[in-house]
């Protein structure tokens, strides 16, 4: 077998990405690749002991390198995506959970003081919502809902994984009323791009993401905001909570569509680059 180097491999992998990706993301895939096809860590880069790769791991290398070249996201490739501090299974049925919607996780766990809430998650995708808070948030129960039935079947298979209490079920929020009553708290991170972004997007997310996950009609970018508040009355219990991740450019909007529905302390919340990203108020 040909000995190989870390140091030789990491520099190789990042020039042939670097030309799609820039410096920055090339390091950061390049470290994923040389830990999932070789076994090599960060820390085995430095070191740089000799390595002996067979044959199927450098074809292996050489064929994710394409794909990626070809803009498939890594998360498709190795079937994985990580958020808050777990790993979920994901494939191109649903959205790959996005960093800023951790920020969604923390906010709901700071709000209050939960005691055992009931939970419904709506859009549930991948589930990471539903898990995360079902796993950070002592005693809760979560019902995560989603119309579509491969997300929801994967959305399952990452609660069995991670141990989640969370249950999910098939529904068209468009359509159907959310089956409870008494809820204390509701969550959602709803399609929100609107057609006309289509062009400002990567292609990495246009040709590989679920579009059900992604858009909304340009004459209705808050169909689903509107509906959920209108519906979600009838589901959260007094002084129960709603939870939304926003449109960035929609913030006033929906604080506005909170105050006509008569809910009470309409909040909006920034992300880490100052975009008005996440939306609360009360049911009283
Ligand atoms: C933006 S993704 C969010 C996925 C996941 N909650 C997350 O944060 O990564 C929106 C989700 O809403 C689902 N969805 C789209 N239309 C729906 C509808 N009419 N009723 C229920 N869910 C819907 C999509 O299948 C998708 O999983």
């Known amino acids: ?73 890594i998360q498709h490739i190795f079937k994985e995506a990580e958020f808050y501090g777990n790993t979920f299974y994901v494939d191109k049925n649903v959205l790959i959970p996005r960093q800023e919607t951790e920020l969604l996780i923390q906010i709901i766990g700071n709000y209050k003081n939960w005691e055992k809430p009931k939970m419904a998650d709506i859009g549930t995708g991948s589930g990471c919502i539903a898990c995360s808070l079902a796993l950070s948030i002592e005693g809760s129960q979560i019902v995560g809902y989603d119309i579509s039935p491969e997300a929801l079947q994967i959305a399952q298979h990452n609660a069995s994984k991670l141990n989640a209490n969370a249950v999910f079920s098939p529904l068209d929020i468009l359509e159907d009323e959310i089956p409870h009553k008494e809820l204390d708290l509701i969550v959602s991170n709803p399609p929100y791009v609107m057609d006309q972004e289509k062009q400002q997007m990567k292609k990495n997310v246009l040709d590989f993401e679920p579009a059900l996950a992604l858009f909304v009609p340009d004459e209705n970018p808050l169909i689903f905001y509107k509906t959920i508040i209108e519906k979600a009355k009838k589901a959260l219990k007094r002084g129960g909570v709603l939870f939304f991740e926003i449109n960035e450019q929609f913030g006033k909007e929906t604080l506005l569509l909170f105050q006509h529905h008569s809910y009470n302390e309409p909040k909006i919340y920034k992300d880490l680059h100052g975009k008005q990203r996440f939306a609360s108020a009360i049911w009283e």
């Open 1 to 73: 077998m040909e000995e190989y180097f870390p140091k030789h491999t990491f520099q190789n992998t990042i020039t042939l990405l670097n030309p799609i990706f820039g410096l920055q993301e090339s390091q950061a895939l390049s470290y994923i690749i040389l830990e999932k096809i070789f076994n090599i860590s960060k820390t085995s880069i430095i070191v740089n002991d000799p390595y002996y790769p067979d044959a199927l791991q450098l074809k292996n290398f050489e064929l994710i390198v394409q794909r990626l070249l070809k803009n498939e996201p």
